[in-house]
C-alpha cells in the first residue's frame, strides 16, 4: 500500500515568506507527528495530532510555526517569516494509534531558506 | 526531559565483521526503546523496538538490540555485515509514562562497510 507522502520534496525560499509544507499519512491512520532533522540539531519532535487534535506542540520551536490537521487525514505544517535557521528536512510520520504503534516516516521536505 | 546519546557519530568495519552501535538514554521511570535506520537517499525505518518482554529484540535482516535497564543502554550488534547495511542509524526513546507519542532521537551513527 501507500506510504506516507510529503511535498513538495523541495522548496527553497527567501527570508521573511511563508511556506506550507504538506502530509499525506497512511491510509486509517489517526495519529500523525512532524519531525525537523537538520545539521546542527539532529532529528527533533515537533508536534503531534490524533485525530484532529494536537495534544502535544512542545517541539514547535517558535510562534512562527503552527500544523493544522483536517478531516483526520492531511496535515499541514506552516512556517511565517521563515529565518535562515528554519532550513532543514521536514519529516511527517503517521502511525494506527498515537502511543506504541509504530511510526511510519515519509520522505521529507527539504527546506531551504537563502 | 529524556536525552539520548549514540557515542559514535561514524563506525567503519569490514564486510563480515561483526558490529556495535552504542545507544546511552537518559533515566526513566519507563522507556521504549527503538533503532531507526536511513538507507541512502531513503526515509527513515523501523529496525526493532522494545516495548516489553524480552529484553533482546532481534529485526528481520539480522540485527539485535539488548535492552540493559541498569545501564539504560540499547545497544544494536550484528554479527557479520554486509554491503547493504551502509546507512544512518538512530536510535529513540519514548517516554511510557507520558503516553510514548513522542520520539527523541541520538544524533545517529553512519555505518560505513568496506569491501
Known amino acids: 500500500g501507500a506510504g506516507v507522502s510529503q511535498s513538495p520534496s523541495n522548496k527553497v525560499t527567501e527570508k521573511g515568506k511563508d511556506v506550507e509544507l504538506r502530509c499525506d499519512p497512511i491510509s486509517g491512520h489517526t495519529a500523525l507527528y512532524w519531525y525537523r532533522q537538520s545539521l546542527g540539531q539532529g532529528l527533533e519532535f515537533l508536534i503531534y495530532f490524533q485525530g484532529n487534535s494536537a495534544p502535544d506542540k512542545s517541539g514547535l520551536p517558535s510562534d512562527r510555526f503552527s500544523a493544522e490537521r483536517t478531516g483526520g487525514s492531511v496535515s499541514t505544517l506552516t512556517i511565517q517569516r521563515t529565518q535562515q535557521e528554519d532550513s532543514a528536512v521536514y519529516l511527517c510520520?503517521?502511525?494506527?494509534?498515537?502511543?506504541?504503534?509504530?511510526?511510519?516516516f515519509g520522505p521529507g521536505t527539504r527546506l531551504t531558506v537563502l | 526531559a529524556q536525552s539520548v546519546t549514540q557515542l559514535d557519530s561514524q563506525v567503519p568495519v569490514f564486510e563480515e565483521a561483526p558490529v556495535e552501535l552504542r545507544c546511552n538514554y537518559s533515566?526513566?521511570?519507563?522507556?521504549?526503546l527503538f533503532w531507526y535506520v536511513q538507507y541512502p537517499n531513503q526515509g527513515l525505518q523501523l529496525l526493532l523496538k522494545?516495548?516489553?518482554?524480552?529484553?533482546l529484540v532481534e529485526s528481520i535482516n539480522g540485527f539485535e538490540a539488548e535492552f540493559n535497564k541498569s545501564q539504560t543502554s540499547f545497544h544494536l550488534r550484528k554479527p557479520s555485515v554486509h554491503i547493504s547495511d551502509t546507512a544512518e542509524y538512530f536510535c529513540?526513546?519514548?517516554?511510557?509514562?507520558?503516553?510514548?507519542?513522542?520520539?527523541?532521537f541520538g544524533q545517529g551513527t553512519r555505518l560505513t562497510i568496506n569491501p
Open positions: 533515566s526513566s521511570v519507563s522507556v521504549y
Open positions: 529513540a526513546v519514548s517516554d511510557a509514562s507520558r503516553g510514548a507519542q513522542k520520539l527523541v
Open positions: 510520520a503517521s502511525s494506527l494509534q498515537a502511543g506504541t504503534d509504530t511510526q511510519y
Open positions: 522494545y516495548l516489553s518482554g524480552s529484553t
